[in-house]
């Protein structure tokens, strides 16, 4: 059985539900359940207006009806690779001269994919090492790190880096020295130079 129920925006709702009760209940009759649903005035119309379809056959049918629509992205400022590597870097400091420092224990050298974005994980390696300025990386907790240039499977015990890795440096525009970096940690100590 279907019930109609006027709404108290003047819409009216047709719901039927039978009502299946089970056995532990087999003692209450069964009967039609009539739910009313208020749906405003204005979506109840939308539900009842008939939807009008038109056809385009002929010559008609292959010109495109729809307005052009032209979207411009906004012109991003270029970056070369060491722009965008010098902007992960905060409150860089050149040394004036570059600077010993041991690494006591296992270090791990980082490079900065300037064309992926990504901070990639050359190796690790302990002993003395040169770098060239100091900064905090925000991407790494703020930490403290040094830049250390590398000759490109040359030094440092990293002379084994994989071929898809050297290419990505190749197309950063690093054949032979990229500039890398080491999280500045209580393992790492400055040797004095005097």
Do not use: C
């Not at 907790?141 to 290419?167: F, H, K, R, W």
């Amino acid at each position: 059985m279907a019930g109609v129920s006027p709404t108290a925006e003047g819409a009216d709702v047709v719901h039927s539900t039978p009502t299946v009760l089970p056995t532990a209940l087999a003692e209450v009759p069964a009967s039609t359940v009539t739910t009313s649903l208020p749906i405003p005035a204005q979506e109840a119309q939308l539900l009842t207006t008939p939807l009008t379809t038109t056809v385009v056959s002929g010559p008609e049918a292959d010109q495109d009806l729809s307005p052009a629509l032209t979207i411009v992205p906004p012109t991003l400022p270029s970056f070369t690779p060491e722009q965008r590597w010098r902007m992960q870097q905060e409150n860089r400091t050149v040394f004036e001269i570059p600077q010993t420092y041991v690494a006591h224990s296992q270090s791990k050298l980082w490079w900065y994919d300037p064309i992926n974005q990504q901070h990639v994980l050359l190796g690790a390696f302990s002993g003395p090492f040169v770098a060239q300025a100091s900064f905090y990386l925000p991407v790494k907790d703020n930490s403290e790190a040094l830049e250390v240039p590398y000759e490109i499977n040359q030094q440092y015990g990293l002379t084994a880096l994989s071929p898809a890795l050297v290419e990505r440096m190749r197309a950063a525009g690093y054949t032979t020295w990229v500039e890398t970096y080491v999280l500045v940690s209580s393992d790492i100590e400055r040797l004095n130079t005097s």
